[in-house]
C-alpha cells in the first residue's frame, strides 16, 4: 500500500466496528467476532499489493471475506464449511516490519531510526521548539494545508505506519516531505466528528487524533535540525486501548511503542 492509498481515520474505524457487527450477527458470540476481525484482515494484507489495487470496494471485500470465515467456522445445519480460496493468506513479512508491530522485535527498527537521526544530525530540537513544530503541524492538518505541512518536514522525511495489522492502515514506510504530508492529511485532515490535539508522547509533545471522543490514532515526531525527520503513527487498536481507558490515578496513558 502506497501513501495513495492512505485511508482517513473515520473510515478505518467504521469499517473496524461495521466487520465487528457482521460477525457479531452470524456467529452471535460476541467473543469470536474479534477473532474472526482479524483473520479478515490478516487475509487482506496477505494478498499483493497488486491484487489489493485491483479491489474497487475494499469494504465489500473484506465483509464478503469475514462472511466467509464466519461461515467457515460455523457452517449452518447441512452445508459445509465454505472458505473462498481467493481470500486464503497469512501477513506479509512487510507488516512485521512496521515501528512497533505485533512483535516483540519489532521496536527493533525504531531504535535503530532513531539512533541514526542523532548520528546524523548534530541540531536536536529544544523542548520549546518541538512544541512550536508540533503545533504547527496540527494547524497544518487542521486547516488542510498541504504545502505548510510539507514545509515543516525534512525533504527526506520518514513516517511510520503501525496499524499492527488489525485496521487498514498504510504497511510501509512512507518517505519524503511530499508523500508524507499527502498521507497525513488524508489520515488526519479535517472532518465531521474528527478531532486532532496536541499531547505529550513518550515526554514530547505529539499528536491525538479521536473520532467521536475515541482515540483512534497516537503521532509522536522526531526532529532534528528545526524540522521534522521522523513520524511513527500508531493506528494499532491494543495499542490505544490504555488511551481510551485511562485511569484518574495513572497519570498519563502509557506510550504506545
Known sequence: MEHGDAVPIAELLDERRFLLEVACRMLDRPGEAESVVEETYRRWYGLSEATRRRIAAPRSWLTNTAGGICLGRHPPPGRAAYVPDDVVGTVP???????????PEC?????????????????????????????????????????????????????FFDGGGKVRALIGPVRGSRHVAHSLLTLLGHRP????????VNGRTGLVARYHHQVAAVIGLDIADHHIALVWVVLNPDKLRSWNRPSPLAGPPATPW
Not at 466528528?193 to 505529550?200: M, N
Open 93 to 103: 513479512d512487510t507488516v512485521a516490519d512496521i515501528v512497533g508491530g505485533t512483535q
Open 107 to 159: 521496536a527493533e527498527p525504531a531504535e535503530r531510526a532513531r539512533r541514526r537521526l542523532r548520528t546524523r544530525y548534530s541540531c536536536p530540537a529544544t523542548p520549546e521548539e518541538h512544541d512550536a513544530l508540533a503545533r504547527s503541524v496540527r494547524e497544518a492538518c487542521a486547516s488542510e494545508d498541504a504545502g505548510l505541512l510539507a514545509s515543516l518536514l525534512r525533504p527526506d522525511v520518514t513516517a
Open 193 to 200: 466528528h474528527t478531532a486532532l490535539t496536541t499531547h505529550p
